[in-house]
């Protein structure tokens, strides 16, 4: 079996520089060199490097999976789409996300949760949109029902329009519902629903509804 000595230099505080007396110079993270043990002198066969550079793989794939769960919460599609735009490759990317889901990293019950009550509190839209929106994200459709069962629109319009409304102080009637109706609709809620909510407002805000 053919083997191989390794000189390892410090390429920087993450990764190290593995360099063969046969074959071509490869790059580890320094976690990885340190929790197989290398040193200077090593020698190693063939599987060994390619077990080498398929665990970095995968601690490469989960670090940067990390990185962009850590800015928020993101779906199970979500992070394997940005692992396969990163380079890293199927099997890598089933084998890290596997781990991350073992661990609570990733959890579409938790982030479908996470993003009506974002939702809910920043931006109140109908369930219709919320629904899609999850559905675009690659959640499925149980666990999207599960998470929008009792979802309120007549609630969720009222405070959509209530914040809107701050906006639009000093209007008459007919503007004020010029802008907001439009408002309302890119929120997913229906005319109707959109009509009581406007008129609602406009009452809490005058006092009286106009002739």
């Known amino acids: ?17 593995v360099i063969l007396d046969k074959g071509p110079a490869f790059n580890l ?5 340190v929790e197989a043990g290398l040193h200077e002198g090593q020698t190693l066969s063939p599987n060994d490097i390619e077990s080498l550079k398929s665990t970095d793989q995968l601690h490469r794939s ?4 990390l990185r962009y769960i850590g800015l928020r919460p993101h779906s199970e599609v979500e992070v394997k789409s940005r692992l396969i735009r990163h380079g890293f490759d199927i099997d890598t990317i089933k084998e ?32 219709r ?22 979802v309120d629109d007549e609630q969720s319009a009222y405070r959509a329009a209530q914040k809107k409304a701050r906006s639009l102080t000093g ?8 802008r907001m109706g439009p408002f309302l609709k890119r929120r997913g809620f229906g005319y109707e629903l959109s009509n009581r909510t406007i ?3 406009w009452q809490e805000q005058s006092s009286e509804l106009p002739d």
């Open 62 to 65: 989960m670090n940067s999976a």
């Open 96 to 127: 890290a996300l596997a781990k991350l889901k073992k661990q609570g990293f990733v959890d579409d019950i938790a982030f479908a949760q996470f993003w009506r009550e974002n939702r809910e509190n920043f931006g109140p839209r109908s369930r």
């Open 129 to 150: 949109l919320m629904e899609l929106e999850l559905k675009q994200k690659g959640v499925d459709a149980e666990t999207i029902a599960e998470a929008t069962k009792d």
């Open 171 to 178: 209007l008459d009637y007919q503007s004020f519902r010029k």
């Open 29 to 33: 993270s320094h976690a990885v060199a």
């Open 1 to 17: 079996m053919d083997t191989v000595t390794v000189v390892m230099t410090q390429k920087n505080r993450r990764r190290v520089k």
């Open 199 to 201: 008129n609602r407002i």
